[in-house]
C-alpha cells in the first residue's frame, strides 16, 4: 500500500505571496491532518479533515486554511506569506477512528525570504 | 506550556548503553503513541500504548503506559547508531479541539 504523498517536497517563496500544498493519504484513510514542525516550536497542529469537513483547528491565524477533496486529497493554503511561516509543513492520514494513529508524509519543506 | 512534556530534550550516548526517555502529563489520555523521525523524513509510528500500565516491546525498545495513563516512557536497551533519530510521544486527550498532541521531541544521538 502507498504511503502518504506530499508535493512539492521543497518551495521557496517572498514574503507577501501565498503558497498551496497538497496531500494524498494512504488508500482508504478519510482523515488528513496537517502539521507545522519548526526546531523551537516542535511539531503544531493546524487543523484535520474528515470526509471533506474540518474536523478540529488548531491556534493559528486565519491566513492558514485548508480542504479536502472527495478522494480524500487535502490542500493547505497560507496566503500573505511572513517569514515566520518558514518551516517543514507535515500531512498525515489516518483511519479517523477511535485510536488516531497517524501515517506521515514526507513533509513539504517552505522557505520564506 | 507544553500540554506533553519530553525528557532530555537532547541525548547523546555511546553505542551499547542503555537509555530512557520520558513523556510527562498532568492530563489523562486514552492513549499515548511514540514516533520516531529521521531528518528530512515524516514521523514513523512506533507504538500505541492504551491500557493504564501497559508495557509493549519492539526489539530493543520498550514502552510503558503510565498506570494513571499521564505519562510514558521509551528504554532502548544496547542503543545502536541506527537509533538516532528525534523521537515523539503523542497523547490523544479525551476531551478538547485537538484531539492528538505532541511532546517537544528528544533528539538521541548514538555515536559508534
Known amino acids: 500500500k502507498a504511503g502518504v504523498t506530499q508535493t512539492p517536497r521543497y518551495l521557496i517563496k517572498t514574503r507577501g505571496q501565498q503558497v498551496t500544498l497538497s496531500c494524498s493519504p494512504i488508500?482508504?484513510?478519510?482523515?488528513v491532518s496537517w502539521y507545522q514542525q519548526t526546531p523551537g516550536q516542535g511539531l503544531q497542529f493546524l487543523f484535520e479533515y474528515f470526509s471533506e469537513t474540518q474536523r478540529n483547528k488548531g491556534n493559528f491565524p486565519g491566513r492558514f486554511s485548508g480542504r479536502q477533496f472527495s478522494n480524500s486529497r487535502s490542500e493547505m493554503n497560507v496566503s500573505t506569506l511572513e517569514l515566520g511561516d518558514s518551516a517543514l509543513y507535515l500531512c498525515?492520514?489516518?483511519?479517523?477512528?477511535?485510536?488516531?494513529?497517524?501515517?506521515f508524509g514526507p513533509g513539504t519543506r517552505l522557505t520564506v525570504t | 506550556t507544553q500540554l506533553l512534556e519530553q525528557s532530555p530534550q537532547f541525548l547523546s550516548i555511546q553505542e551499547g548503553e542503555n537509555l530512557t526517555v520520558y513523556c510527562n502529563s498532568s492530563?489523562?489520555?486514552?492513549?499515548l503513541q511514540w514516533y520516531r523521525q529521521e531528518p528530512g523524513e515524516g514521523p514513523v509510528l512506533l507504538v500505541t500504548v492504551v491500557t493504564g500500565g501497559e508495557v509493549k516491546k519492539l526489539k530493543r525498545l520498550t514502552f510503558q503506559f503510565g498506570d494513571a495513563r499521564k505519562d510514558s516512557s521509551l528504554h532502548i536497551t544496547a542503543a545502536q547508531p541506527g537509533d538516532t533519530g528525534l523521537y515523539l510521544c503523542?497523547?490523544?486527550?479525551?476531551?478538547?479541539?485537538?484531539?492528538?498532541?505532541f511532546g517537544q521531541g528528544t533528539r538521541l544521538t548514538i555515536n559508534p
Open positions: 492530563s489523562v489520555f486514552s492513549s
Open positions: 498525515a492520514s489516518g483511519l479517523g477512528a477511535a485510536r488516531r494513529e497517524q501515517y
Open positions: 503523542a497523547g490523544q486527550r479525551i476531551q478538547g479541539a485537538q484531539k492528538l498532541v
Open positions: 488508500s482508504g484513510h478519510r482523515s
